[in-house]
C-alpha cells in the first residue's frame, strides 16, 4: 500500500514540476559515471546474498 502511494506522489511530482525528470537524469548521469561509487554500490548489494567462507582460516 505504502508503495504506492510512493509512487503516487513521484508521479505527481513529475507531472507537477517538468525540470524535475530533467534534473533527476542528470543526477543519475553523474553518479553512474563513477566508477568507485558504482562498484561500492553493487558490492553492497550483493553482500548479503553472497556466502561466508567456512574453514581454517575463519576461526
Known amino acids: 500500500m505504502m508503495r ?3 509512487l503516487g506522489a513521484v508521479l ?3 507531472l507537477l514540476v ?3 525528470l530533467t534534473a ?7 553518479l553512474v559515471s563513477q566508477p568507485v561509487l558504482v ?3 553493487l558490492g553492497a548489494l550483493a ?3 553472497m556466502r ?3 574453514g581454517w582460516w575463519t576461526q
Open 4 to 6: 504506492w502511494i510512493l
Open 12 to 14: 505527481a511530482v513529475l
Open 18 to 20: 517538468p525540470q524535475t
Open 24 to 30: 533527476i537524469a542528470a543526477m543519475a548521469a553523474a
Open 39 to 41: 562498484a561500492f554500490t
Open 47 to 49: 553482500r548479503p546474498h
Open 52 to 54: 561466508t567462507p567456512k
